[in-house]
């Protein structure tokens, strides 16, 4: 299974948190399955933050970042009939707003989890749900709220 990430044209494809064709980025690959999204990233002690051992917040955020628009687009896809890739013209959002809550320390080294769920999609507006997951324990929570870019 390709990832959503995986479908992007290159105008699309320089993101840091996401962009496959950015060869310093993080390269996360998020994945449509059924009624939600899924992605997994492994941070090493590049990502520490000011506590030992833990990942800094500002990781979390663009993980719960990159994860959500690309759910987003993975969601209005669907929506309109459309297959991830297609011959149309790309579905692409931004984010208009992210709200994290930090729930726990979430520890280096561990396979994070990164899941959204649709909440709504309404016109260009899509609400998703998110959430970023260590050893099955919910480090973060968040909601984005994303903007489809006009083509």
Same mark, same amino acid.
Request: hydrophobic fraction near 40%; glycine fraction near 12%.
């Given at each position: 299974?390709?990832?959503?990430?995986?479908?992007y044209?290159?105008?699309?494809?320089?993101c840091?948190?996401?962009?496959?064709?950015?060869?310093?980025?993080?390269?996360?690959?998020?994945?449509?399955?059924?009624?939600?999204?899924?992605?997994?990233?492994?941070?090493?002690?590049?990502? /520490?933050?000011? &506590?030992?051992?833990?990942?800094?917040?500002? *990781?979390? %955020?663009? !993980? #719960?970042?990159?994860?959500?628009?690309? @759910?987003?687009?993975?969601?209005?896809?669907?929506?309109?009939?459309?297959?991830?890739?297609?011959?149309?013209?790309?579905?692409?959002?931004?984010?208009? /707003?992210?709200? &994290?809550?930090?729930?726990?320390?979430?520890? *280096?080294? %561990?396979? !994070? #989890?990164?899941?959204?769920r649709?909440? @709504?999609?309404?016109?260009?507006?899509?609400?998703?749900?998110?959430?970023?997951?260590?050893?099955?324990e919910?480090?973060?929570?968040?909601?984005?709220?994303?903007?489809?870019?006009?083509?």
């Amino acid at each position: 299974m390709r990832a959503i990430q995986d479908h992007y044209p290159p105008t699309f494809a320089h993101c840091y948190g996401c962009g496959p064709a950015n060869p310093a980025g993080l390269h996360l690959k998020s994945y449509l399955l059924e009624d939600r999204t899924e992605a997994r990233f492994t941070p090493d002690r590049r990502h /520490s933050g000011g &506590v030992p051992d833990n990942v800094y917040g500002g *990781l979390i %955020a663009s !993980l #719960l970042d990159c994860h959500g628009t690309a @759910s987003a687009a993975a969601f209005a896809n669907r929506a309109r009939g459309r297959a991830l890739g297609d011959d149309g013209p790309p579905i692409r959002f931004v984010t208009a /707003s992210l709200r &994290v809550d930090f729930r726990r320390p979430t520890p *280096l080294g %561990a396979e !994070l #989890l990164v899941t959204g769920r649709l909440v @709504s999609l309404e016109g260009r507006k899509a609400v998703v749900a998110l959430a970023l997951a260590a050893g099955g324990e919910t480090c973060a929570e968040g909601e984005m709220l994303a903007v489809e870019l006009r083509t």
